[in-house]
């Protein structure tokens, strides 16, 4: 039995609580929101972000940040992207040398281009920071249905002690050292993921989903590899793996928005129309500026930030990406 820190308390924290409980640990799971806390508490449910997935009497939930740090075995960070470096700080002065932080969020900050793991590594130097992502809807695990997911660390031990507490016979946990690979895969399908949902939307069908989802993990490779991460992750189910549950499920909250602005919301009103944290809406600048900075060619990315920021009609882009000049679908294979 492990003692563990759940930081954050939205749908993925609470649905990675209940799997670390069901496993036997002993769970302390933190939030900001003071009557998230009192919620959590009084129902051992989360009645907004997920509900009828009731939690273990064993989980404590507190709003002091400390309680889920101090002499933890492990810390989970849940918190969105958005909040992750704000957290980070607050978490730092209480985390000791050596103590593991796993990120599990999916983002790409913005203003730095950085990944999260890399925002942790800045703002805690004492923590050995890993990451854990994968095709892992939190309504689905929270009820037990089969899902595997990736732990990714520099060091073996640390990626096989997080699979290790993790596993069990509905939640298999598998390990990679591609912590790059892993996190730019699972922050970046959320941005094609507001395609296939604007395609949704305009009333396509699963051709053009289909498409999306292929030339969608041809960018990202194409990005990522240049980064230095390797092609074997992105087919991987932190890559093509994610990538299909996002742009297929009914659970995904980036889906649902694009498909909500292809039926002609703002960006601003299917946001609030979703409720919970829209991810790709704030890796999708950050995704371009990269195309831009390692001069990569990501036209699905370069899309979806028109929809997004520049008000061009969903419909528009499909058009635009249809009629690009005419290739061939694989650059480096060569004519007879
Ligand atoms: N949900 C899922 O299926 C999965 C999500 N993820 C990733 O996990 C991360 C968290 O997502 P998810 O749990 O779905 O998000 P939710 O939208 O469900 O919850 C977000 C949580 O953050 C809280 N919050 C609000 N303000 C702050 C703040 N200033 N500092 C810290 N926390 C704050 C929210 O409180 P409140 O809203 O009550 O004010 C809420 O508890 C995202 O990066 C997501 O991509 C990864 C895999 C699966
Ligand atoms: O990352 C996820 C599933 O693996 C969750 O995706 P959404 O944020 O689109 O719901």
Known sequence: MYKIGMIGAGSWGIALSKVLADNGHHVVVWSIVEEEIQMLREHHEHLDKLPGVKLPDSIEFTTDISQ???????????????????????????????????CVAKGIEEDTLMTLSDIVEQEIPAATVAVMCGPSHAEEVGIGLPTTVVAGAHKRETAEKIQDIFMNSVFRVYTSPDVLGMELGGSLKNVIALAAGMADGLGYGDNTKAALITRGIAELTRLATKMGACEETLSGLTGIGD??????????????????????????????????VVEGIYSAKAALALAKKYQVSMPIIEGVNRVLFENEKASSVVESLMMRDKKSEHSTLEWE
């Open 68 to 102: 889920a740090i101090r002499e933890m075995d492990l810390i989970v960070l849940a918190v969105p992207s958005v909040f992750t470096r704000s957290t980070a700080k607050r978490m730092a002065e209480y985390v000791a040398k050596g103590q593991i932080i796993v």
């Open 243 to 276: 990538l299909i549950v996002t742009c297929q499920s009914r659970h995904s909250r980036n889906r649902k928005a694009g498909m909500l602005m292809g039926q002609g919301m703002t960006m601003e009103e299917a946001t609030k129309e979703v409720k919970m």
